[in-house]
């Protein structure tokens, strides 16, 4: 059995029985459909890096935001989440994703803000009230000033801030969450903030430190999953991550450009960290290479963190010609952003993360679609391969839509357009329901009943791994110490 050390010293059984993860549920654990968002994107809030970040220009003179936008309040969901909230109840939505705004909370290093904590119990009671279930997340891009300041992610010093925040959420909102996610897409964070500079702090090519930050985040994760189980109550919080899966391949495969174009391509596979992320749940070992004169690799042999489920977010894919510009095969949907929707794409995702043995929520997927002529095939064809996963046997328990109202895409500013609900920076408290959100309140109606027959009829759990009896990968030997970070 394994065992951890408490915030006393004292160990504590991590594990239940005889060291099996107690069951998400049983088979009757219903289909969750809701809205997925960031608080920030919506809100905004002071002191952050992304707050900090947005007043910088890159090295033409450019705003480093679209446009120059700043998202100051965006669509301002921290005054009317009540409103916001009863728009999810009207697509007939059961679960809502948003996140924990560690900037707000914690704005400087030990201080909590007692008006921002007692808001979110006012966001989470509304929540509760609409019989909405709340899915949390505890970093979704974005921290306080204060810890940038002392190294962020790049470094493990940085990991005893995150647990403490992480076990404070927890003792705070513990009887109104269950369900968190420790991070959103960690790989996104260091590909762009380190590789492609389109995040904070816009750096590039820095190699080594994008996969330093990438195993500092997974660590982490680690390290606060121990913290909260060992918490009073702890055991009935069920602790997971939210991973990106990205489809790469060439625009024209046959074509003589391949030459130059594939080993891109191996590259961006390898650097968006799609299959880094999976294998360190799965073995705790990770390796990332860095190009020659770069830094050298980042490696661990870690025991592999416990995890009760998993997100997978998920949008298209991205095809590569001959230019390095990323565009669409012949017949493909082209999105508004550089991605063209592939459906193939969402199944291959749920395979990939099924390979973790543990529930699988898909946190994110969505399109961008300022027209709106395009929304409909999206939900038909991306939602026929959720169908199709949970037919052959893969545990999906739920699906959550990006995103409820038009917001502060990150570097896009606002001229990216993901709502169901459009919004333009002046528009206030308006909010414009786009013509296909009646098909996402119809889908979402239907898609849980659907999705139970489909349960019945389906094979028993794949690869061996039924997720009411995978381990939880914590490995065996000297138990953990955690009381430094809580």
């Given amino acids: 059995m394994v065992k951890v050390r408490d915030a006393n010293g004292a160990e504590a059984p991590l594990l239940q029985g005889d060291g099996k993860l107690a069951p998400l549920s049983d088979d009757s654990h219903p289909f969750w459909v809701g809205p997925a968002l960031s608080v920030y994107q919506n809100a905004g809030g002071p002191n952050t890096n992304w707050s900090e970040y947005e007043t910088h220009r890159n090295h033409l003179g450019q705003p480093v935001i679209e446009g120059g936008d700043r998202c100051g309040k965006s669509t301002n969901f921290w005054e009317y989440y009540e409103a916001d909230i009863e728009r999810a109840v009207s697509l007939n939505s059961t679960c809502f994703r948003l996140s924990l705004e560690w900037g707000r909370i914690e704005p400087q290093k030990g201080c909590f803000d007692a008006a921002a904590v007692q808001h979110y119990h006012k966001i989470f009671d509304c929540l509760l009230r609409n019989k909405l279930e709340p899915v949390v997340t505890l970093h979704h891009f974005v921290q ?12 493990d010093a940085g990991i005893p801030h995150f647990v403490s925040f992480a076990t404070f959420a927890v003792r705070e909102f513990g009887a109104k969450v269950k369900v968190w996610a420790t991070f959103n897409e960690a790989n996104v964070m260091g ?9 904070p702090p816009g750096r590039f090519a820095r190699f080594k430190t994008a996969g330093r930050h990438l195993l500092t985040c997974l660590r982490a994760h680690g390290a606060a999953y ?3 189980k060992c918490l009073p109550g702890g055991a009935d919080m069920r602790v997971g991550i939210v991973h990106n899966h990205m489809a790469y391949a060439a625009k024209d495969p046959d074509g003589f450009s391949i030459r130059w174009v594939q080993p891109v391509i191996d590259w961006l596979d390898r650097v968006w960290g799609t299959a880094e992320v999976v294998r360190y749940f799965h073995t705790g070992r990770f390796c990332w290479r860095t190009p020659p004169l770069c830094g050298g690799a980042v490696e661990a042999a870690d025991a592999p963190p416990g995890l009760d489920w998993v997100g997978l977010n998920y ?5 590569i010609d001959w230019r390095y510009e990323s565009t669409c095969r012949p017949g493909d949907v082209m999105t508004d952003m550089p991605l063209a929707l592939y459906p193939q794409g969402l199944y291959d995702g749920i395979v990939a993360v099924a390979e973790l043995g543990v529930p699988i929520y898909i946190t994110e997927t969505g399109i961008a679609d300022a027209k709106g002529d395009r929304r409909a095939v999206f939900l038909d064809t991306y939602v026929a391969q959720i169908e199709r996963a949970v037919g052959d046997g893969y545990d999906v328990r739920g699906l959550m839509i990006w995103t409820l109202i038009d917001n502060f895409e990150w570097a896009r500013g606002f001229h990216i357009k993901f709502g169901w609900y459009a919004w333009s920076p002046g528009d206030g408290a308006k909010r414009v329901a786009r013509p296909a959100t009646r098909l996402l309140a119809s889908l979402f109606a239907e898609l849980p009943g659907r999705m139970a027959g489909l349960r019945t009829k389906a094979p028993g759990a794949l690869n061996g791994k039924p997720a009411a009896a995978v381990e939880v990968g914590l490995g065996a030997g000297a138990p953990v110490d955690v009381g430094a970070a809580q």
Wanted: proline residues 3%; charged residues 5%.
């Fill in 144 to 155: 306080p000033l204060w810890f940038d300041a002392l190294g962020g992610f790049t470094t």
């Fill in 191 to 199: 590909f762009c903030g380190w590789l492609w500079g389109q995040f």
């Fill in 226 to 228: 121990i913290a909260i």
């Fill in 315 to 319: 949008y298209g894919r991205s095809c």
